[in-house]
């Protein structure tokens, strides 16, 4: 709606600098045709005596000059004014190059005299000028009418709009709030059966004397794909909720703590897999939160982290104060990222097949779920990533600076 306002305020502004340029040009070339038409009189009804101008006819008055803002000024063959008639008359001076002259107030238009007795010999010049306040208020007029018709527009327009959109995103909405329920009641059913197949599974390798020994496999096989299924009906579900329910109040978490609890508890998978995981973090920093969801974006975070990082590389994570707000970065030396795949990465069920297929991964819900806590608590994720060199996925969150 608002790029669609933008292109119609972007029309509506043309269309009325087209009309004002139109209508200025009209309006000079009117004013220059009646000052040409006072000239002409004025030329025509001056008296010459011995090839100089003497008077002009009584038909142009003082009074009916000074009443229209028109003036007349006589000049010799030199170029001296020799007499003039109203106040409206032009300061500049006299040339016989320009038929027309204006400045910021007055318009004026020159013509030559002739002496009709002497064979039409040229005697001198008329310069009839007028007073373009006339003019600049009719413009003021026509700029405010266009002004208020643009904006009027703009406003029927506006809400025109508004109306239509919500006619026709009732429907969008509709069917979107009918697929997330869907897939809430459809990840919260599937929840029983998958804990029988798993449990079920678990019984059988708990006493594999009555199953033979080939078959071991397969019920771990099911049993994987059950913890698989699990945690994907389990990330849907959140999301699910995430999408319809707001969050409820917060509470206040010391973030450095929580982020020192969980370098603590991954550092055995890092070592396992010779991966150095280190963090720069700064006691008492605090935001509003529940942390069980903040520990599951960092969770995402530090996972994705130590499982497309190479053995011998590092994971880091960072804590840095803003004005009013916190930043926690977490870089990794891994596979990294296409950059022309990067706008997808918090894209749900998205994983990056090409850069990363020699790699398990999850069924591509974590940013997704890390994107909507970060949300859910008023911040924001953002992603830098190189393809070969690593990644650094940034968490920012707003400070709570009520202690």
């Known amino acids: 709606m608002l790029s669609y306002l933008i292109v119609l305020l972007m029309v509506l502004g043309g269309f009325a600098i087209a009309v004002r340029l139109v209508f200025s040009r009209i309006l000079l070339h009117q004013l220059t045709d009646e000052l040409m038409t006072l000239a002409q009189g004025a030329a025509a009804n001056v008296e010459v005596e011995s090839g100089q101008l003497q008077k002009i006819d009584s038909d142009f008055q003082v009074e009916d000059l000074n009443s229209r803002h028109q003036g007349l000024q006589w000049f010799d063959l030199q170029g001296q004014e020799t007499f003039r008639q109203g106040s409206e008359v032009m300061s500049l001076p006299f040339s016989v190059e320009q038929r027309v002259q204006s400045d910021r107030h007055i ?14 010999k040229r005697v001198g010049y008329v310069r009839a000028s007028q007073s373009l306040d006339g003019y600049d208020r009719t413009l003021q007029g026509l700029d405010w009418g266009l002004g208020g018709g643009v904006l009027m527009a703009l406003l029927l327009s506006t809400v025109g709009s508004v109306w239509l959109t919500r006619q026709a995103m009732q429907p969008i909405e509709q069917s979107f709030q009918k697929l997330q329920q869907f897939t809430a009641d459809a990840s919260h059913e599937l929840r029983n059966p998958l804990m029988e197949i798993k449990s079920n599974a678990a019984v059988a390798l708990k006493y594999p004397e009555g199953i033979r020994e080939d078959d071991t496999e397969r019920f771990e096989a099911i049993v994987n794909a059950g913890d698989r299924m699990t945690h994907l009906t389990q990330d849907l579900l959140f999301l699910a909720r995430a999408d319809q329910v707001q969050q409820p109040s917060l509470e206040r978490i010391n973030l450095a703590n929580l982020l020192i609890d969980l370098m603590q508890r991954y550092q055995p998978q890092a070592k396992a897999k010779l991966i150095h ?33 190479y053995p011998n590389g590092s994971v880091k994570l960072y804590l840095v104060r803003g004005s009013s707000y916190l930043e926690v970065r977490v870089e990794d030396t891994g596979v990294g990222i296409a950059l022309e795949q990067l706008p997808q990465v918090f894209d749900r069920f998205w994983r990056a097949d090409r850069s990363r297929s020699q790699w398990e ?16 608590h008023g911040g924001t994720i953002t992603v830098k990533s190189q393809l070969g060199v690593g990644s650094c996925f940034t968490v920012r969150l707003p400070l709570d600076q009520s202690y």
């Open 107 to 120: 318009q004026g238009v020159t013509l030559p005299v002739y002496d009709i007795d002497a064979s039409g």
């Open 277 to 309: 995981l280190d963090a720069n973090l700064t006691d008492s920093l605090y935001v509003r939160g529940h942390s069980s969801q903040l520990i599951q974006i960092f969770n995402n975070l530090v996972e994705n982290a130590l499982h497309y990082t």
């Open 361 to 376: 991964g999850g069924a591509g819900l974590g940013l997704a779920i890390a994107q909507s806590i970060a949300q859910l």
